[in-house]
C-alpha cells in the first residue's frame, strides 16, 4: 500500500512539472540584448532591441525606461526614465511564432561626464486575446526582463579604491570587516575576481579573494561616483585591538 502511495504521489509530482514546463514555454519569449552602451548625440544615440515570441499564442509586453542608482550597502534603487528616453514601440502585442524591433532612443542631457546608469524592463502583461477575463487556467506565468543600458561619458576614467576598513560583527554576532570602496572613475566598474589585501598597524597583513572570503563585494557592479560598504567576514590574521588602524587596497579583472 505504501508502495502504491509512494508511486502515486511520485505520479503527481511529475505531472504538475510536466504542467509548468508546458505553461512556460505557451508563453515564453526571449528580449535582447541584455546590456547596450548608449552615446548622448550622433546615431549611437538610439538603439533597438529585439522581442521574440516562441509560443503559439500572442502575448502583449509593456517596455519602459528606469534610472538606476545605489544606496550606501550597494542595494539598487529604480526611479521612472520616462524623460530620458523615446521608446518606439513601448505597448505591443507580438503574434505567435514571430518577433519585432523596438526602437529606444536617448532624449537627456547632451554633456555627460560621468556615465548615466539605467535599466530598461520588458513586462509580460495580462492578455486575454478577446476571451472572457474568468476563463483563467491554473497558472499565470508573466515574464520580466530587466536589461542593463548606460550612456557613456565623454572620457572614461576607471579607478576604484578601498575608503576604510573597519571592524564591525555580523548578524549573528561573529566578528566581521566594513569594507568601503568608492568608484572615483567616470564609468561602473564589475569587480570580477576581487583580490583585497589588507594591512594593520601591527604588521600584519592578509590577502582575499574568492566568494566565501568577499562575500557580496566579489562580482558587484559598483556605479560611476558611488561609494558603498561591505561586510564580510573578518580574517584571522589581523589584530581587532583597540587602536589598530587598517590600509588596505584593490584588483579586480577588467
Known sequence: ???????????????????????????????????????????????????????????????????????????????PADAYFSIVPNKLVVPPQSSWVVRVQYRGPKTVTNELSFRLKAEQIPYSQGKSSTDKGMFNFLYIYTTSLYVQPSRVVENVAVRSIAPTSAEDGSPAMAVTVVNMGTVHQLLVSSILEVKDSRGNSVILQGPDALPSLDGMNLLAKK?????????????????VTYQATIKYSK
Open 227 to 243: 561609494t558603498v560598504t561591505k561586510q564580510i567576514p573578518w580574517p584571522e590574521e589581523l589584530s581587532r585591538a583597540p587602536g
Open 1 to 79: 500500500m505504501n508502495h502504491m502511495k509512494k508511486n502515486a504521489k511520485r505520479t503527481i509530482i511529475l505531472a504538475l512539472i510536466a504542467l509548468f514546463v508546458s505553461l512556460s514555454s505557451m508563453y515564453a519569449y526571449q528580449f535582447s540584448p541584455l546590456e547596450q552602451v548608449f552615446q548622448p548625440t550622433g546615431a549611437e544615440s538610439t538603439k533597438t532591441y529585439t522581442i521574440v515570441n516562441d509560443s503559439n499564442d500572442s502575448i502583449a509586453i509593456s517596455i519602459s525606461a528606469l534610472i538606476r542608482d545605489q544606496d550606501s550597502q550597494g542595494g539598487e534603487i529604480n526611479s
